[in-house]
Each structure stands twice: as structure tokens, then as C-alpha cells.
């Protein structure tokens, strides 16, 4: 059974950091291409950052690049988020997922075949 586990969500001011996590079952990670999208009240799932399987690549929407930094780290099956400089806007709950294998593109929901159950960011501003 494939699971992913975010955390690292909370409530911050605007400004300021956090970092989430996202724990995959053993099997389930390695050499997969994992990324990061946000669902905010009322809007359809976004792409936020995506990372290749050896870590070497990444991709980052225009509205978080600069500001999020993505990484991985095998030995601990987890993927990061980092998140600085946050705005009342980046407020969504934030999902990670695992890359489907032989998939052209990286931006789309259907790219990707598991999600973690998500966490939910607050920015206050």
C-alpha cells in the first residue's frame, strides 16, 4: 500500500517560513518523481514544485519560484517544502504525490497517481 504523509503545516504572518515534509512508504519513493500542490477554498488543485528522482531536476510555478525551494532526501524517504517570504495568497492546503511513470508533462492533477491526505497552510496577513 502506497501511503504519503504531509506535515509541517500551520499558521504564520506574512513574511514568514515553514517547512513541510512528506513521508512515503519505502518502495513507493524511490526513483519516482514527487511534488508539491495546494488547493485553496473555491479553486482547483495547483502545481507548486515538483523534483525528479535523483534530485537533480526541478520545476516551480512562476508564483512561488524564487520564494520555494523543493528537495528529497532518500535515506529518509521524504520530501521537503521549503516555503519563505509567505503571502496570505500561498494560504491553501498543500498536497505532496508521487509522479506517474512515463508521463510527458509535470503540472497537471493527473500526472501524478498518489497524494498524501494534505496540510493546511494559513498565512495571515
Known sequence: QVQLVES???????????????????????????????????????????????????YYADSVKGRFTISRDSAKNTVYLQMNSLKPEDTAVYYCARRRTYRST?????????????????VSS
Request: hydrophobic letters at 30%; one cysteine or more.
Open 106 to 122: 509535470w503540472y497537471q492533477p493527473d500526472d501524478y497517481d498518489y497524494w498524501g491526505q494534505g496540510t493546511q497552510v494559513t
Open 8 to 58: 509541517g503545516g500551520g499558521l504564520v504572518q506574512a513574511g514568514g517560513s515553514l517547512r513541510l515534509s512528506c513521508a512515503a512508504s519505502g518502495r513507493t519513493f524511490s526513483g519516482y518523481a514527487m511534488a508539491w500542490f495546494r488547493q485553496a477554498p473555491g479553486k482547483e488543485r495547483e502545481f507548486v514544485a515538483a523534483i525528479s528522482g535523483g534530485g537533480g531536476t526541478t
